[in-house]
T-cell receptor, first 112, second 111 residues
Framework: DAKTTQPPSMDCAEGRAANLPCNHS???????VYWYRQIHSQGPQYIIHGLKNNETNEMASLIITEDRKSSTLILPHATLRDTAVYYC?????????????FGKGTKLTVNP | DAGVTQSPTHLIKTRGQQVTLRCSPK?????VSWYQQALGQGPQFIFQ???????QRGNFPDRFSGHQFPNYSSELNVNALLLGDSALYLC??????????FGSGTRLTVV
């Protein structure tokens, strides 16, 4: 089962910031939080990941709470092309390999 | 730089048949994972290959098998197809720095 909980859907106005929450209350100390998104009929696309500190790249920012039980993905200026399903994933590591355990994600709709 | 390449893009098979899906990982990636995504669901992990061996497996029956070649490309084989095997099959290759890169998938329809 997925170790994360996300709202099933969210809406955002074009040009505004989109803030997507994720709960991962059972996260272990050495587990990373990854965010992927999937645009219709395409494979998931890596966005960002983090362990403890907040992270920022050209696509988004990731804010992780101090207790690491939740995080927020921020798209600072959402565009129509950001409409997608966003997945928050906690990496499960076994024997040195890793698998991604996806939940149902959040369907983000950016409206004009 | 080519990303993860999967073939074919679409496939229709009859129940009971066998199917082979192919994946070429992104250049420099040596680990390949396969996922099954049913309509409206998130991808589900099938298995992962590294150094031509299956390293980890999800909750899928033995009808699902795979192979990794010396050039890191991989195949997913499904025997005795069921209607419930209809799904988008995704291949992902791994980068240490940035996590997994996914292909666009193979849409398998079993009729």
């Amino acid at each position: 089962d997925a170790k994360t909980t996300q709202p099933p859907s969210m809406d955002c106005a074009e040009g505004r910031a989109a803030n997507l929450p994720c709960n991962h209350s059972t996260i272990s100390g050495n587990e990373y939080v990854y965010w992927y998104r999937q645009i219709h009929s395409q494979g998931p696309q890596y966005i960002i990941h983090g362990l403890k500190n907040n992270e920022t790249n050209e696509m988004a920012s990731l804010i992780i709470t101090e207790d690491r039980k939740s995080s927020t993905l921020i798209l600072p200026h959402a565009t129509l092309r950001d409409t997608a399903v966003y997945y928050c994933i906690v990496i499960a590591t076994q024997g040195g390999s890793e698998k991604l355990v996806f939940g149902k994600g959040t369907k983000l709709t950016v409206n004009p | 730089d080519a990303g993860v390449t999967q073939s074919p893009t679409h496939l229709i098979k009859t129940r009971g048949q066998q199917v082979t899906l192919r994946c070429s990982p992104k250049s420099g990636h040596d680990t390949v994972s396969w996922y099954q995504q049913a309509l409206g669901q998130g991808p589900q992990f099938i298995f992962q290959y590294y150094e031509e061996e299956e390293r980890q497996r999800g909750n899928f029956p033995d009808r699902f098998s795979g192979h990794q070649f010396p050039n890191y490309s991989s195949e997913l084989n499904v025997n005795a197809l069921l209607l419930g095997d209809s799904a988008l099959y995704l291949c992902a290759s791994k980068s240490r720095a940035y996590g997994y890169t996914f292909g666009s998938g193979t849409r398998l329809t079993v009729v």
